[in-house]
């Protein structure tokens, strides 16, 4: 039916992030001509979030996002996305061996009513995985990366976690019993695209269609941190599965967003993995083996003698007065981390546009190079004291890649002054390590 139909028209690509597409445009026969939907949709993502931008600023006077609250969300989207550069996603994988091995019966690839059955099928799917994503707190663990920020914009929707989707695959498996790869393909991206546009308080209520589809309205309180929106309005496109099974808080009081228990960190690694951390000390002060496992397997906030989700009463009183975490620093610097980001955040749409020709120890290593320039920026951000010595030892690595032109440049006359930019980079972190060594020597003496 979608033959030759390509992402790349400009109708076509707003209309997929909304979810928008109709049937005839958008079912296929087999996995291979399946659009990557979500990778192609990077221009939509930066025209929004500047939209939103400008907006903002002529709304409300003010950014609707920080530097480093925003770096941090974009900085997760391209960790979450890295795994994919070295094996295909859980979700298709273990979708297709189910489908090849233990389908039941075959719904017409072709037919409308197999695309709007697999429109609420994967929505229904996506609203059990996102609330178990809440009350199981091993899966917490890793949801609570999207959840971390203290604000709420279109950068927001881009904070994910790279280890949600090793558990998330088993909640669609039920659907291969039927419905085809390649509109399950389909489906699984537009549902995620659709929740991108849903993350702003610009878009106060949308009258009628609150009722049916997940709105910013309703996902604002998703994301609060106020007693009546903790596990509240789980859905993805759709309101009515939380209607239906008595999840939904309406928006009332101001929403203060962000984790209960904020971590007031910008560097990427420790917001992907901190709660692992917090789970695993909080099993080992229990001395049952039955308490250590339900320590992970029940509510976040779950304790021996509790409920299962167990309840809220330890939780930091929410006044609407808290103000997000956001440290000052130094305008230079803001422009140095903006300019690096910038530098990397081109090496990784290279990595993705060329991945098909890279050899998989390239990809390995150039991988390993973005995750170390985000999390080194994170730790400039994070003001922390071995900032230095780390950002020295990336700037080393930039200047070798560049000088094996393994870094490439949107335009080839970048490539000097980028040589240079990072040299001097080099040398200003190379000083500043030598200085803390020798404010620690003294200190010592």
């Given at each position: 039916m979608a033959e030759g139909v390509q992402f790349g028209s400009g109708s076509r690509g707003a209309r997929a992030m909304f979810y928008m597409l109709t049937p005839n445009e958008s079912s296929f026969e087999k996995m291979e001509e399946v659009p990557q939907y979500v990778q192609q949709a990077s221009p939509f993502f930066i025209g929004l979030m500047v939209l939103e931008l400008v907006v903002g600023m002529l709304k409300t006077g003010r950014p609707v996002v920080t530097i480093s609250d925003g770096l941090t969300s974009i900085s997760a989207g391209m960790i979450s996305r890295l795994p994919m550069l070295l094996i295909r996603g859980c979700e298709?994988?273990?979708?297709?061996?189910?489908?090849?091995?233990?389908?039941?019966?075959?719904?017409?690839?072709?037919?409308?009513?197999?695309?709007?059955?697999?429109?609420?099928?994967?929505?229904?799917?996506?609203?059990?995985?996102?609330?178990?994503?809440?009350?199981?707190?091993?899966?917490?663990?890793?949801?609570?990366?999207?959840?971390?920020?203290?604000?709420?914009?279109?950068?927001?929707?881009?904070?994910?976690?790279?280890?949600?989707?090793?558990?998330?695959?088993?909640?669609?498996?039920?659907?291969?019993?039927?419905?085809?790869?390649?509109?399950?393909?389909?489906?699984?991206?537009?549902?995620?695209?659709?929740?991108?546009?849903?993350?702003?308080?610009?878009?106060?209520?949308?009258?009628?269609?609150?009722?049916?589809?997940?709105?910013?309205?309703h996902h604002r309180v998703h994301h609060g941190r106020n007693l009546y929106c903790i596990d509240k309005n789980y859905g993805g496109m759709l309101i009515i599965w939380d209607r239906l099974f008595g999840t939904f808080a309406p928006e009332t009081d101001k929403v203060i967003y962000g984790l209960v228990f904020p971590i007031k960190s910008f560097e990427n690694l420790g917001v992907q993995v901190h709660y692992y951390k917090y789970l695993w000390k909080k099993s080992k002060t229990y001395k049952k083996i039955s308490d250590k496992l339900l320590t992970f397997l029940n509510g976040p906030?779950?304790?021996?003698?509790?409920?299962?989700?167990?309840?809220?009463?330890?939780?930091?009183?929410?006044?609407?007065?808290?103000?997000?975490?956001?440290?000052?620093?130094?305008?230079?610097?803001?422009?140095?981390?903006?300019?690096?980001?910038l530098l990397v955040l081109w090496t990784y749409h290279e990595l993705f546009e060329n991945k098909m020709m890279l050899s998989q120890l390239t990809t390995l290593g150039m991988t390993s190079y973005v995750l170390l320039t985000l999390t080194s920026l994170g730790f400039i951000m994070d003001q922390r004291p071995t900032a230095a010595f780390l950002e020295m030892f990336r700037c080393v690595v930039m200047v070798m890649m560049l000088r094996c032109n393994c870094l490439t440049m949107p335009v080839p006359s970048l490539v000097g002054p980028t040589k240079a930019f990072v040299s001097l980079s080099l040398l200003f972190w190379a000083l500043q390590s030598f200085s803390q060594l020798l404010s620690i020597k003294r200190k010592t003496d």
């Open positions: 298709l994988t273990a979708y297709i061996y189910v489908w090849e091995h233990f389908r039941m019966v075959e719904l017409p690839w072709n037919s409308a009513w197999t695309w709007w059955l697999t429109l609420l099928g994967v929505d229904f799917c996506y609203y059990w995985v996102h609330r178990f994503a809440h009350e199981v707190a091993i899966l917490w663990a890793a949801h609570q990366v999207h959840h971390s920020s203290e604000y709420y914009n279109l950068t927001t929707a881009l904070r994910q976690s790279v280890t949600q989707q090793l558990a998330s695959w088993v909640f669609y498996l039920p659907m291969a019993l039927a419905v085809p790869p390649s509109i399950f393909a389909v489906h699984i991206q537009l549902n995620l695209l659709y929740q991108f546009w849903i993350h702003t308080e610009l878009i106060r209520d949308l009258g009628p269609l609150e009722w049916v589809f997940n709105t910013p309205k906030s779950w304790k021996p003698g509790k409920p299962r989700l167990g309840d809220h009463l330890g939780n930091p009183k929410v006044t609407g007065k808290e103000v997000p975490h956001n440290p000052s620093w130094s305008l230079p610097l803001q422009a140095y981390v903006v300019t690096h980001f």
